[in-house]
T-cell receptor, first 111, second 114 residues
Framework: EDKVVQSPLSLVVHEGDTVTLNCSYEVTNFRSLLWYKQEKKAPTFLFMLTSSGIEKKSGRLSSILDKKELFSILNITATQTGDSAIYLC???????????FGKGTSLLVTP | NAGVMQNPRHLVRRRGQEARLRCSPMKGHSHVYWYRQLPEEGLKFMVYLQKENIIDESGMPKERFSAEFPKEGPSILRIQQVVRGDSAAYFC????????????FGPGTRLTVT
């Protein structure tokens, strides 16, 4: 069965800290890995990764994929309270239309 | 530039009633996906539709659940004779093409069955 595992499940940091969120997967015929941020509403798209070793960056957020070791990390530098959310990792595969989601990492950034 | 719209945002139904959840995709998107999020669980795929066609319903429970995406109007997820276990957040997503691109999510409908 295809599997997406995120760690840690929850994390509390102070404003200004740097955090690294992990996502490992076992998916047949991998196509892409996506990161979303979920606050109290719609999951918001952050990144889509398809190639190993190429970092995607948006402001203080960055992400990279390792297709050999089957994992991705999401880094957030200089965290702010507005970064508090659940971060979701999802994987798509070649023969399917669905995204296969992990359970998410709940991040709380305290002032 | 409206995103994916879902209504209602909250829905309360008694056991045995029917629930109808609506989803209007982003402008220019003709591919709609429904996901369910149970407490303490990740988002689980239910069904993928294009206009007037169900393409993949592999994640849909075999009974009581149905989905449609008519030529005109929103996509509808219908749950007949709801049970307490149907209580969850139901999210709709859309994309401009079928594969290889990100899916954009709506705010979800939180269904509570009493």
């Amino acid at each position: 069965e295809d599997k997406v595992v995120q760690s840690p499940l929850s994390l509390v940091v102070h404003e200004g800290d740097t955090v690294t969120l992990n996502c490992s997967y076992e998916v047949t015929n991998f196509r892409s890995l996506l990161w979303y941020k979920q606050e109290k509403k719609a999951p918001t798209f952050l990144f889509m990764l398809t190639s190993s070793g190429i970092e995607k960056k948006s402001g203080r957020l960055s992400s990279i994929l390792d297709k050999k070791e089957l994992f991705s990390i999401l880094n957030i530098t200089a965290t702010q309270t507005g970064d508090s959310a659940i971060y979701l990792c999802a994987v798509g595969w070649d023969s399917g239309y669905a995204l296969n989601f992990g359970k998410g990492t709940s991040l709380l950034v305290t002032p | 530039n409206a995103g994916v719209m879902q209504n209602p945002r909250h829905l309360v139904r008694r056991r045995g009633q029917e629930a109808r959840l609506r989803c209007s995709p982003m402008k220019g998107h003709s591919h709609v996906y429904w996901y369910r999020q149970l407490p303490e669980e990740g988002l689980k795929f239910m069904v993928y539709l294009q206009k007037e066609n169900i393409i993949d319903e592999s994640g849909m429970p075999k009974e009581r659940f149905s989905a449609e995406f008519p030529k005109e109007g929103p996509s509808i997820l219908r749950i007949q004779q709801v049970v307490r276990g149907d209580s969850a957040a139901y999210f709709c997503a859309s994309s401009p093409v079928a594969v290889g691109v990100e899916q954009y999510f709506g705010p979800g409908t939180r269904l509570t069955v009493t």
